[in-house]
């Protein structure tokens, strides 16, 4: 135990020794234990020392480059801060333009979901009128037995709304658009095989 002792105060004469002689930058390591229990050399560190562990790795410069590039926004040699003009009269006029016509249709939807809501409060039947209720769907069962089913269906009455009559016969002009365009290309075909089998025909005759 002595001689740890003794090695101890060693090492810390040997330190003090070492710090009266350092240059500039230099710095010295304190002695560190072993696990026996004795100490090591206190180190010196010449001034710019890296120790191995802080070294950087080398990268060759097509390692760089390719870091570079991947940092880069937009292609090579493309600078923000050049691309970016100042905005002209008409720009800012279409920016407000457009900025209006959002918030229209905006209000717009939430118009129409207040009228939807507006429509279903209406639609809904309290408690107290379920008798009448039953009458009405009485009543409209009787008539859909009267109702008779013909291949040319005539609506009896017009629709009250108009943007329900154009969707109810919508699909109707849709398919008589399609029938025509049909018609149409089967008879150009038709004129086409006509055209080219009269010169065939007339040499033969």
Same mark, same amino acid.
Not at 27 to 45: N, Q, S, V, W, Y
Not at 51 to 77: C, D, H, T
Not at 154 to 183: E, F, H, M, Y
């Given at each position: ?62 390692? +760089? ?109 849709? +398919? ?5 365009? +049909? ?23």
């Amino acid at each position: 135990m002595a001689s740890n002792n003794g090695g101890g105060e060693e090492q810390l004469t040997k330190m003090a020794e070492l710090s009266k002689t350092l240059k500039e930058g230099e710095r010295i390591l304190a002695p560190t234990r072993r696990p026996d229990g004795t100490l090591r050399k206190p180190i010196r560190i010449r001034a710019g020392y890296v120790p191995q562990e802080e070294v950087a790795i080398y990268q060759s410069k097509g390692a +760089l480059w390719k870091k570079e590039m991947a940092s880069q926004v937009g292609p090579p040699g493309y600078d923000p801060a050049m691309d970016t003009k100042p905005k002209t009269k008409s720009a800012k006029r279409n920016e407000r333009k457009k900025e209006k016509r959002l918030q229209a249709a905006l209000e717009k939807g939430k118009n129409l979901e207040a009228e939807a809501d507006d429509e279903i409060k209406k639609e809904d039947v309290p408690e107290e009128d379920s008798d009448h209720g039953s009458e009405s769907v009485k009543s409209l069962t009787s008539q859909m037995t009267e109702l008779a089913v013909s291949e040319n269906p005539v609506p009896t009455s017009p629709p009250s709304n108009s943007v329900q009559a154009s969707d109810a016969d919508a699909p109707v002009q849709d +398919l008589d658009k399609k029938i025509r365009a +049909l018609k149409k290309k089967y008879w150009q075909r038709q004129v086409i095989v006509y055209i080219g089998v009269l010169p065939i025909a007339s040499m033969v005759a």
